[in-house]
């Protein structure tokens, strides 16, 4: 269990010193990604109950009859990074940074918004995944130029 203790010497400087963690807090890349997991279950049972034409209670606490995780949901689960291995002593360093997958699911996000989910999805199908979490570290850097490349048509 965690507990937070807030004190102040009004309701609303305290209500103010928790806006201020919050917005701290979702600096955090781990914790960004599990809020906007928890916002995208939270529409989804939304979505569940309307469809089996519960009336919306406004309790964003309560679940729905038949629990299911949406496909899009799949993406933003942050997955373990692997523990750093010892470079070999005979290997000279990369000249090229690997990006993280927080980098590259950032990029395709928005280069799915600016050119369409579509295209983005075409380019995954093409190096042989069907998912940004699915890429290999080594083809990273290879989604992104790709991804990068869909904007030289624009000029």
Known sequence: ???????????????????????????????????????????????????AGQPDTGNSVSKPTAPTVPPECDTLIPEPEAPAADPAPEKAPS???????????????????????PKVKAILKEMGVAKMSELAEGDRAVFLQNLESLGDGDA
């Not at 010497?9 to 990604?33: R, T």
């Not at 000249?95 to 989910?117: D, F, H, L, S, W």
């Open 95 to 117: 000249a090229e940074k690997i990006p993280t997958m927080e980098e590259v699911r950032a990029a395709g996000v928005a280069a799915g918004q600016k050119y369409g989910n």
């Open 1 to 51: 269990m965690i507990k937070v203790e807030i004190s102040g010497e009004n309701p609303l400087e305290v209500f103010a010193q928790a806006a201020v963690y919050g917005v701290k807090l979702l600096q955090i890349p781990e914790v960004s990604e599990a809020s906007d997991l928890v916002l995208n279950m939270e529409k989804h049972w939304k979505a569940t109950k309307q469809a």
